[in-house]
């Protein structure tokens, strides 16, 4: 399905540019027998439920003028989240200094989780630092070994 994310994205890039919004990700997934549209938008402190309106509002009208989707589908637009994805070089480098978690497609010593402070990401490497018990270790990620990054909300 990654042609209607296509499109669907070329559709929504003006919109949310124009509102000084970010598009974090869209998805277009089967649950049960539903299909579902979804457009996650961000921007500096946060979207809240106006922005989602706007948008939804907006890019119902492309969608309904164009009809590139042939599926019955319902449209949610949200935010993120406070663990929201990082997907893109730049989500990364807004990350640094904040607390993430990271999978990997195969183990780095042994894990294949990773979470703590994201230190540094050079387009090649993720470093993150990680407390273990009461010392601290830093980890290097080959970036093309990253199945899936997201932020981490830590409960101190």
Do not use: H
């Not at 003006?14 to 961000?42: A, C, H, M, S, T």
């Amino acid at each position: 399905m990654s042609k209607v994310t296509e499109v669907v994205e070329e559709l929504t890039q003006p919109i949310i540019q124009e509102l000084g919004l970010e598009l974090v990700e869209i998805e277009f997934v089967k649950e049960g027998k539903n299909w579902f549209l979804r457009v996650y938008i961000d921007k500096e402190n946060g979207v809240d439920i106006e922005d989602c309106g706007i948008v939804s509002e907006r890019l119902s009208e492309k969608l309904d003028e164009l009809d590139p989707i042939t599926q019955n589908y319902f449209l949610e637009v949200s935010s993120p989240g406070a663990e929201r994805p990082l997907k893109k070089a730049k989500d990364f480098e807004k990350a640094i200094g904040k607390n993430v978690f990271i999978k990997t497609y195969e183990p780095i010593d042994g894990e294949k989780g990773f979470e703590g402070k994201l230190l540094d990401y050079d387009g090649k490497t993720v470093k993150i630092e990680m407390k273990i018990k009461t010392r601290k270790k830093v980890i290097e990620i080959p970036f093309e070994k990253v199945a899936s990054a997201r932020l981490a909300v830590i409960f101190s």
